[in-house]
Nanobody, 124 residues
């Protein structure tokens, strides 16, 4: 089980940018697919983006496609979520997650390790 530590959340204006980081422990980081999820008040946790563990293939939710970019630095055991053109509806707690189960996990149940979450607030 990999340990995940998230950082980079905070306040931003609509149209602005933030960059989230998720540092993973252990030398087996490359064995895990990684993803970002978010949960807004009163809403269920929803998928945002993923990056596969082998070839780095990425996939995005329609709501963030073209605005957010997920990336992976295996040398630093870290993944990132670059968020551009932020909207008030992006306001949520963002969670980093790791999957040792699936090559291409697009659902919550396919992840077995989760970070503590980091708050992102976007004002209009």
């Amino acid at each position: 089980q990999v340990q995940l530590v998230e950082s980079g959340g905070g306040l931003a204006q609509a149209g602005g940018s933030l960059r989230l980081s998720c540092a993973a422990s252990g030398r087996t980081f490359s064995r895990y697919a990684m993803g970002w999820f978010r949960q807004a008040p009163g809403k269920e946790r929803e998928f945002v983006a993923l990056i596969a563990q082998i070839d780095g293939r990425t996939y995005y939710a329609d709501s963030v496609k073209g605005r957010f970019t997920i990336s992976r630095d295996n040398a630093k055991n870290t993944i990132y979520l670059q968020m551009n053109t932020l909207k008030p509806e992006d306001t949520a707690v963002y969670y980093c997650a790791a999957s040792s189960i699936s090559y291409y996990p697009i659902s919550t149940g396919e992840y077995d390790c989760w970070g503590q979450g980091t708050q992102v607030t976007v004002s209009s």
